[in-house]
């Protein structure tokens, strides 16, 4: 995979996940990106490493995000900087422990996270929150192992065949990056991730069958 040294930052807190969306976010986040119907904000912590945030809409059933993320195979193809995605055990069906990869050129590390997944429902809404399971298998010897790895992804429909993703998180790079240029590229990295994901998730093979959406 080849991309800028610039770049290969921005997946570092890459499939961390979202908050509900709402107008307030005009008065605790700032808008960073907009365009081709993704808007991407930010918002400081006291780490250095921003929260990030970023909604967009598809037309697809909300259950097809609970699909497209099972299909380990395709994450590539939308995550951004993503090598690989291995399940390490399907505790549930609605939990599952999860080391995902992310590719880098030289001289940038390689970087990895492990995390814990649950699906929940509220309503007509599909919820899938990420946590924090670095500690519990050993670090890579090739890659830098990311922490503190928060967030939700939330799918919820909005009009007839159309449903809104949203998408916050945050968390620690590892490493010695600069928070300066993590926060920078990483608005564009979520921006790439969820521009993929209008033309991913409405396949028809992620479709829930004999529901209309």
Same mark, same amino acid.
């Given at each position: ?48 490493? +921003?929260? %990030?945030?970023?909604? &967009? ?8 995000? /609970?699909? =497209?993320? #099972? ?40 970087? +990895?996270? %492990?995390?814990?997944? &649950? ?8 919820? /899938?929150? =990420?946590? #924090? ?81």
């Amino acid at each position: 995979m080849q991309c800028s040294t610039s770049k290969t930052v921005t997946y570092l807190i890459l499939l961390i996940c979202a908050i509900f969306y709402s107008p307030t976010y005009a008065e605790t986040w700032d808008l960073k990106k907009q365009k081709h119907n993704v808007s991407v904000y930010s918002q400081k912590t006291a780490s250095g490493y +921003d929260q %990030v945030l970023a909604t &967009t809409q598809v037309r697809a059933h909300p259950l097809a995000l /609970i699909a =497209l993320f #099972d299909d380990i195979e395709a994450c590539p193809e939308w995550i951004h900087n993503c090598i690989k995605v291995e399940i390490l055990e399907k505790v549930s069906a609605t939990e599952s422990l999860v080391n995902t990869f992310f590719g880098a050129p030289w001289p940038v590390k390689d970087r +990895d996270m %492990v995390t814990y997944s &649950t699906i929940s429902y509220i309503e007509d809404s599909v919820i /899938i929150e =990420l946590s #924090d399971k670095s500690s519990l298998i050993p670090a890579h010897p090739k890659f830098v192992r990311m922490k503190n790895m928060q967030g939700t992804w939330k799918a919820t429909p909005i009009s007839k065949g159309v449903t809104e993703i949203s998408y916050q998180g945050g968390g620690d790079p590892g490493g010695k990056l600069p928070s300066f240029l993590a926060n920078r590229e990483l608005v564009d990295s979520l921006y790439n991730t969820l521009l993929n994901l209008q033309n991913i998730m409405p396949l028809d093979k992620y479709q829930p069958k004999n529901i209309q959406p």
